[in-house]
């Protein structure tokens, strides 16, 4: 099954989906990519929370998209590891090291929230 | 016959067992070299036992009151009584014969009441000595004719009591181990609380022994308490831990990494200098983790990172004041 990206301002959210083979993650990386060039993103989220088993691939592959951003000038942000995933995760090794991560997609928007801008309730 | 074979008798004291097979009697009695003809010894002083009973009861309590750690469980008059009366039925029961496993489990349960009342086993013991030298003496008397029968006949009779002292040390030891048992199921239970300290911010102490079962709890509850309490900062308390090993010290590593890919951030807190040591000679990797010296430092370091100014306000004055 395909990630599904959308765009939210500057900021584009991937979904990665509970069942993603390693092509379909390939292909979110591409479009990810090309994505930042194109709208010129400051921020990219990437959701796992319906992922239930991260593999090398694919925390590989994350780790690269991450990387990748990171050269185009924007951020990313992992969110949404799941406990379970998290500890089997450690165990194989796969600490995703200088890739940010945070809870959930709410977290991972407010630490995109750039710097100096701040939305007050009244 | 073959179904003696199997069979086994048990008691059981609160929450405990103890069995002893036929099997394990048979061994008990080749171990005494308790046999056929000891029974028969025993048997045929039967009635000298019957006449000297009395005597050797009054002996023995005589010696008994005279002490008082024993005479404490004899205060009641109606009590010694009773017991006198027991303790009679008892050492006449070594002289019947049938030293089966019906008898076993009497002896188990007498064992089993001594244990109940805590009576010391040093003072079991000396019962029992003082008894087989009151019966020596009397046997001495009665087989001043044929003084080796006396002898054998004694022999056997020591035989038997050491089997009636393996059983009761038996209920003695197992009701020990039973605390011992106890003991450590509630040292795991223990529990490992995860608290809320602040918004976005949780502290777990963590006290005495941590084993792998434990660390592994700990970590279960420790990354759905980040989920469920949306932390971002945890501060892990091992002030109370003593010792650590390489298994659980990795553990903990891996726990720290696994909730950074939740996005909290975790600081150990209180490593003691028997456990720095201990990580740093087993070359566990801590480069990663975040550590302070204790728990007041741990939770002023997460405050900041989260943004907390804690401030002291005039009214502070008014405690203690």
Known sequence: MRASILKQGTVLIASVQGSMTDADLAQMRDELVANVRRYRSTGVIIDVTLLDVMDSFAARTLRGIAQMIKLLGATAIIVGIQPEVAFSMVQLGLTLEGINTALDLEEGLALLKPPGIAVHER | ?321
């Open chain 2, 1 to 321: 016959m073959a179904e003696q074979e199997t069979a086994a008798v048990g008691i059981d004291q609160a929450g405990g067992r103890i069995e002893i097979s036929q099997q394990e009697l048979d061994l008990r009695k080749r171990f005494l070299e308790l046999g056929e003809d000891d029974v028969g010894r025993l048997t045929g002083i039967n009635d000298l036992a019957r006449r000297y009973a009395n005597g050797v009861i009054d002996d023995f309590y005589r010696h008994l009151m005279s002490f008082g750690e024993t005479r404490g469980f004899f205060a009641d008059p109606q009590v010694l009584a009773r017991v006198k009366n027991m303790q009679k039925e008892y050492f006449l029961r070594l002289t019947q014969g049938n030293y089966d496993l019906d008898y076993v489990r009497d002896r188990l349960r007498i064992g089993a009441i001594h244990e109940r009342v805590q009576l010391p086993v040093k003072s079991y013991l000396g019962m029992y000595n003082f008894y087989l030298r009151a019966v020596a003496q009397r046997l001495a008397d009665a087989f001043k004719k044929k003084p080796d029968d006396g002898w054998a006949a004694f022999l056997s009779l020591m035989k038997l009591t050491f089997l009636d002292i393996g059983i009761a040390i038996d209920t003695y030891i197992e009701s020990r181990e039973r605390t011992i048992r106890t003991q450590q199921e509630a040292f795991q239970e223990l529990p490992t609380p995860v608290l809320p300290f602040r918004e976005g911010m949780l502290i777990v102490p963590i006290i005495g022994i941590i084993d792998s079962q434990r660390a592994r709890q700990l970590t279960e509850q420790l990354l759905s308490s980040i989920r469920s309490n949306r932390a971002k900062m945890v501060v892990i308390d091992i002030t109370g831990v003593q010792s650590i090993d390489s298994k659980v010290a990795n553990h903990i590593v891996q726990t720290v990494e696994a909730a950074r890919l939740m996005g909290a951030r975790v600081i150990i807190a209180g490593i003691s200098p028997e456990i720095a040591q201990t990580m740093v000679t087993l070359g566990i990797d801590l480069a990663r983790v975040l550590t302070v010296g204790d728990l007041q430092s741990g939770i002023e370091r997460a405050e900041q990172m989260l943004g907390y100014t804690v401030t002291r306000s005039g009214a502070a004055e008014a405690v203690g004041g």
